[in-house]
């Protein structure tokens, strides 16, 4: 019996009759052509790559699968005792922070029992983390209207269902990829996707009958020391209300920026110190670095101790705070840089005392080569060589779209050879060079 809905299909480019693999490589193969990081001047292409995940999701579960061909995407929702296909997608990347918006009608961005969560990205500094610090902010948040208590009516009046829609809450719409026309579903505008409508004069005043009110909290977020980059905070129930459901979170993520000075591993800190050549070979007794506290760190090198370019000491106890363990701190590694005299310190006069009382010079290679060769000696910047031949990001997105979807790079070449040997050969892909 032929599927009442081939919309699924149609995405893949598959036919109703594929087999699992067919099903399977036809995704690869569109996944990688669709996916927005080589698709940068569409502006649909995060829909369409959002669509196409979420249709192999489908396709891709034998019961999912059957249910759908049996009787479409209502089969779906009806099948999974769910409100809606974006809360079916919710199960299968549950905590993994991937989220598929195929919108069928249902309410997108939606976590069941609850009203969508806020993230807000927030920057600190390195020494926000270290210190401490708390913030006292103004969040404006959507909350259910106190006069209708969210029914979005006047008094006693009910909503009628909508004309555009009929009450179903969503409306066809059409596209096409260039290869397939395509048929979806989308959110009613004149409803919103909730099906129903209310009369003008029906309406609550305050919220105009949208149900909910803007309204503004003061807050307080504690950025506890220690904390670390990307580390969340969430303010509970803080988010924005619909009527039905608990309020959603507020969740801050942190963002640290670069330090000019330190450079933080884990409950570590790491900073480079410039010592002079005579430090380097005499030794010292300074401050050598301002702590992010504003501490000065002194610090006396041991006597008859030369001290070579690169070389590392640690101050224990002088790194990070270690989160929620008061009085405890990690390791601060400090390497030595030394600086060189200038061109004009090297006067002839000093030049013939430091000659006599430093290491001689070395002499030619022992045994010596057969055939020498003169260069000229000419300043260069290593980094730029290694930029030139290894630029930043070649290669990038293969490697990382395979690591994505849990596939080693050999294998997505090796079944690429195969569908060209299937469909007798095919272009060579281009990469940046």
């Known amino acids: 019996m032929a599927p009442v809905e081939t919309e699924l299909y149609d995405i893949l480019g598959v036919s109703p009759n594929a087999s699992e693999d067919d099903i399977k490589k036809a995704y690869r193969k569109k996944a990688r052509e669709q996916h927005p990081d080589k698709n940068i001047n569409d502006p649909q292409a995060s829909q369409k790559f959002q669509e196409l995940g979420a249709a192999y999701e489908t396709l891709s579960d034998p019961q999912l699968r059957s249910l759908y061909d049996a009787n479409g ?43 969508d969560d806020t993230v ?44 555009i829609c009929e009450g179903r809450g969503w409306t066809p719409t059409q596209s096409s990829n260039g290869t397939f026309l395509t048929t979806s579903r989308a959110a009613c505008r004149d409803c919103d996707g909730t099906g129903e409508r209310l009369k003008e004069k029906d309406r609550c005043k305050k919220c105009k009958g949208s149900k909910t009110v803007k309204e503004k909290n ?7 020391k220690g904390m670390a980059d990307k580390q969340r905070i969430v303010l509970a129930g803080a988010g924005d209300e619909e009527p039905g459901t608990p309020a959603g979170d507020v969740i801050f993520v942190l963002r640290m920026t670069p330090h000019e000075s330190f450079e933080r591993s884990g409950n570590d800190l790491l900073a480079n110190v410039k010592i002079t050549l005579s430090e380097a070979l005499f030794g010292f007794s300074r401050i050598l670095i301002t702590h992010l506290d504003g501490r000065g760190i002194k610090v006396s090198s041991p006597p008859k101790k030369i001290i070579k370019h690169s070389d590392t000491i640690v101050l224990r106890g002088e790194g990070m705070p270690v ?52 260069a000229i000696f000419v300043e260069a910047d290593i980094e730029e060589v290694r930029e030139r031949h290894f630029p930043a990001g070649s290669d990038f997105f293969d490697s990382a779209f395979a690591h994505q979807f849990g596939e080693d790079e050999d294998e997505w070449e090796d079944e690429d050879d195969d569908e060209d040997d299937e469909y007798g050969g095919g272009e060579p892909e281009c990469r940046p060079q």
């Not at 708390?134 to 259910?144: D, Q």
């Not at 030394?338 to 000093?350: F, S």
């Open 73 to 115: 995407i209502d089969g779906l929702k009806s099948g999974s005792g769910m409100s809606g296909m974006d809360d079916l997608f919710a199960q299968f990347f549950a905590g993994g922070g991937m989220h598929f918006g195929f919108d069928f009608g249902g309410p997108s961005s939606r976590r069941r029992g609850a009203s």
């Open 120 to 163: 807000v990205p927030h920057t600190v500094t390195l020494e926000d983390l270290y210190n401490g610090k708390i913030l006292k902010l103004n969040l404006e948040k959507e909350a259910v209207c106190s006069t209708c208590k969210g029914s979005g009516a006047r008094g006693n009046a009910k909503p009628k269902p909508c004309g």
């Open 218 to 224: 003061r807050h307080e977020v504690v950025i506890e």
């Open 323 to 374: 989160h929620k363990q008061p009085n405890t701190k990690g390791d601060l590694y400090l390497t030595f840089s030394i600086e060189m005299p200038d061109e004009e310190w090297l006067t002839t006069a000093n030049a013939a005392s430091l000659i006599s009382m430093l290491p001689p010079k070395k002499g030619d290679l022992d045994p010596p080569p057969e055939v020498v060769s003169s």
